[in-house]
Each structure stands twice: as structure tokens, then as C-alpha cells.
């Protein structure tokens, strides 16, 4: 079994401020809210190369990501399918402690992102503005695939 | 001699007329709401991912990345991208917006130039077998690419 690494890191560590989008919901009918990512208007932005994600097809480029959403994390409570487990796919997901099947990160994950949603609309400057920056991490201590063989 | 000469060059002239008759009359518009584009899942494997992206008409398995929905024109209102966890919406404002995301994604905001050809759909010049065919859909293939056109 191969797990391939997905996750969404600054192409280059000097550009690594993002605007935050406020959506009221996802995943799509959940009651979590989220929020995209965009730079220079855009949710298409350059990322460290993934490689294996143009396997999934869940890139086009190797380094250039879509739709990267900091929402809710690890196990859920899915408004339509029950239990679920989220943030697997190069977003940014919100997981409590101790997180699990009975200790899910919902009600966290609503806590964080309303108070932020609520900050940056109190805003005088620039209403409704989210800011967000992403410390790039050094890529040796972040293998790209980690492959396991049954012993 | 002169008479034969008429009638060869007459022949040909009816038969581009009744040859392109034949082909324009086996052509239609479909009318159709959502477009799925997908690939086929080969027998055996296990996909496991958000639970509206594996889908199965008749006997086919098919893995959706995107699902775009239409007015009664044909153009684009909004469009569900496949992501882990579920579904992404983007509203065509949202693509209009944010416009190189339907070169990314491969979008089509407009389908009205998509036709039934006998047993092909034909989509941006691109020819697909329709292997399965209902009241309401369509399934049509080409290679491993899927795409389905539902009505309902």
C-alpha cells in the first residue's frame, strides 16, 4: 500500500499570504462552515508539486492547486451520510482533541470558524476580509509517498 | 454525347444533396439538465471517496468528477466538482469570476452544440458510443471517459 502525500504547501515560502472566502457550508449540505483559499483573486494558486495527484486527477498541474478549504477534520458527524472522516485531500482540516467517532470536531469547527467570520466582518478597514499565511514546511520532513509492505 | 456528360454531372449533385439529407436528418439536439463526466470503474477495483462520486447505471460503475447543470438553453448555471469529503459548487457567477477555472476544470458553459448522431453523442468534436440508454439518460462512452446526460 502506497499513502501518497496530499497536502497543500506555498510553492515558494515568500508568497504565503492567502484571502479567506466564508462559506456557510461544507462539506455541501453539511452544517460546518468553511473557508477557500484565493490569491491574487483566485482559488488557483501555485503549491509544492504533488505528484500523485494527477493520478487521482485531483490536480491538473502538479503544482498548481483548486479549491483548498480549511473546514472541518478527522471524524464528523456528516448531515447526510452519518459518521465521516474529512480533510484527506490537501485541505486544511479543524480536528479537536482526542478527536473520534464519539468526540467529533463539529461543534469545534463551528466555534473557530464563526469567531473569525465574525472578527472580519466587524472590520472598519476592510469588512469581511480574512487573512490568512501559511508557514511553508521544510519538504525533507515531508515524504512524498510512504509505502507499506506486509512483513 | 452532350446529354450523357448532363446526366453524370446531375447524378453526383443529388447525391451530395440526399447524402447530406441523410446526415443532417440522423443528427439531433439533445435536451438534457445535468452532464456527468466521469470515468469507468474497471470490475475489481474499489474506489473509495465522497459517496455521490461512485455512481452505477445498469451495470456500469462510474467514478463522477464533476457534475454540470443547465437552463433549458443549454447554458451553464452551476457546476459540482469532486472533492473528497463531497460535492464543490461553483455558481456560474463564481466561474465568471474566477474564470480560469473553466479551463482547469474543463468546463462547457454552453451545450447547445452537442448532438445525437445515430448511436454517437457528439461533444466538442469528440465522438462517444452511447452504451446505455433510458427514458431520462443517456450514457456514452469513449475510451475510458464517460459522459452521462440526464433529463429529469
Redesign the interface.
Known sequence: MILSNMSFEPKDGNVNHYSGKYMPAYPKKNDTPAIKLTQKKSEQMYAEARPDALLLDYRFKEDIARGVMIHVGGSYENENYGHSISASEGCFGIVNDFNSPSNTSDKMTKEIIDKIWKQAQKSKSNPNHIRIIIEKRDEKNIPNNIVFTKS | MRKIFQTTLFLPKVSLVLLHFMLTSCSAQLYFKDVITGKEISKGVNIVY??EAIIKIDTIKVFV?KIERYDKKLNLLEV??S???????YSRKELND?N??ID??NITLDRSETLKKSNNIIDKNKSYEIIYKSKDTIMSKKDNAILIFINK
Open positions: 465522497n459517496r468528477s459540482d466538482i472533492k473528497a469529503e463531497s460535492m464543490l459548487t474566477d480560469v477555472l482547469s476544470y
